[in-house]
Structure formats: C-alpha cells, structure tokens
C-alpha cells in the first residue's frame, strides 16, 4: 500500500495523517510525507516565498520525525517530500510517479468557514486528481470503520474497479456498507441504471443493504445528524460528480448548517 499524506501543517492536517496511520496499522504501508511551496496558485514575493520555504523544509522533517514514532508496524516505511511545484500539478505528478493508492488530507480545520464539510484545496483534490482520497475532519477520532455509508444516485456510470481498494486485506473490507440511494426519477429514466445490479454485484452482499430517500431530503440537516450519529465512515464514487457536488461542495454541500464529523473516503477506482 502507498499512501500519500499531504500537510500544511496545520492541526486538522496532522490529525489526518495520524489517522491514516490507524488505519494501516495491520497494513504493510509506505507513507510519503509531502508538503508544497505553493498551496495557493497565487505567485509569492520572492524574499517571502524563499523564507517560506526554510520553514517548510524544517516543519515538514520535525512532523516527519512525530509521525514516524506514531507507528508501531516494522513494515510501515516513511519518506518526507517538499516541493515546489502548485498543489495539484505536484500531487498529481507524485501519485503517478510513485503509484499511490490512497492520498490523506484534511477535511476542514476549525478555522474554516463554520460547518463547510470540505476546504477548499482538499476538494480541488478531489475534482481534479483520479486518486482515491481519505478527507479526515479536525475534531475526527480514530475508530476502526465498522459502518460505512455510500450515497449514491443515477447520474453516473459505474464499473467495479471503483471497489478496488476494498480489495486490501485489514482496511475496509469486513465494514457493512449501507448504500443511501437518492431517488431521482428523472435520472434515472435518462441513464436506465440500476446500482443494485451494475456495482454491487462486487461486494460482499451479506454486508450491503439499501435504503431509499427522496432526493427532496439531501439538504435536510437530519439526514447528516443522523448519518454522524449511526455510521463510522462516508464513501463517495468519484465519478459521481452530482453526489460530490451536493455533499462535499462549500456552496450547496449538504452540511450547511451541520458540523460533520466523519472521515470521507472518496473512490475513483
């Protein structure tokens, strides 16, 4: 397993990357530790951006050296990395280079604009990088991920390999998955898709069970209460663009008014 960890570090970063440590902690893991010059896509004043990166170099080895005493697994290996590069041209270039499986990031620090469920660079991440991508919200405690819960609706075209990562042993894979459908008829008759039938096949059927709700619900503050309350783990497709968008989005993302709390796993397969 190749894990790439990204940081700024900021706390709901290095609670991230703790996290992504529990759940490889049976796991034969090599974790890179990257951090980047550039966050932002705005160009720096020279001076600053030198002094900047002097500290960077220096923050990224001492979290380096944390996270490393964090692991207790001999077959955990671990490698800091800067660059210099923009956040996505650098973490797209890394995870071809290096094949990684899996990127870690955090969610939304408390910082963040109140209850928005993603920062803004960890869902450029996700629109703009086929990688699968763990999202670990600041206030998130480690729990092994017992319960998932997968919303999905009828506006995209799925394939099987998207539960690849289900595939490695000790992660996810003995987690009962309830798959949320969102009940849109429109879509529905337009793609002529059954989930059931075209993606699920794949799991394990003894830990999948489907409910229905009405896509008139997808903004109602219960639902997200609920989820928090009943399940461990969120899992996103991410070719499913109309589900990411109204969940994970900071202007029409469901949690407008509700603090998530869960990690979000999202799968491009």
Not at 40 to 48: H, P, R, Y
Not at 120 to 139: D, G, Q, S
Not at 229 to 256: E, P, S, W
Request: a negative charge.
């Amino acid at each position: 397993m190749n894990v790439l960890i990204l940081t700024d570090f900021s706390q709901v970063a290095t609670n991230a990357a703790k996290y992504g440590i529990h759940l490889f902690k049976d796991v034969p893991t090599s974790f890179y530790l990257f951090n980047f010059d550039k966050f932002d896509t705005e160009e720096d004043d020279i001076l600053n951006s030198a002094n900047n990166q002097t500290e960077a170099v220096e923050n990224l080895y001492k979290h380096f050296k944390e996270l490393q005493s964090y692991s207790s697994n001999k077959e955990h290996s671990f490698k800091a990395v800067f660059s210099e590069d923009n956040l996505v041209n650098a973490t797209r270039k890394f995870v071809t280079d290096k094949r990684i499986d899996l990127i870690v990031m955090g969610a939304a620090g408390k910082e963040s604009i109140k209850n928005t469920i993603l920062g803004n660079h960890t869902y450029e991440i996700i629109r703009k990088i086929k990688c699968n991508l763990l999202a670990v919200p600041e206030e998130c405690s480690y729990m092994l991920p017992e319960k998932l819960i997968l919303p999905i609706d009828y506006s995209a075209s799925f394939d099987n390999g998207l539960f690849k990562f289900f595939e490695h042993p000790g992660i996810t894979n003995k987690a009962a998955i309830t798959v949320m459908e969102i009940a849109d008829n429109t879509l529905a008759k337009t793609h002529h898709q059954n989930p059931r039938e075209l993606v699920f096949d794949y799991l394990n059927s003894e830990n999948v069970k489907f409910v229905e709700i009405d896509e008139k619900y997808i903004h109602n503050r219960k639902l997200l209460q609920d989820v928090q309350k009943k399940y461990d783990m969120i899992v996103i497709l991410g070719k499913n663009l109309n589900i990411c968008d109204r969940f994970l989005d900071l202007k029409c993302g469901v949690c407008a008014d509700v603090t998530n709390k869960l990690p979000i796993l999202v799968l491009h397969g």
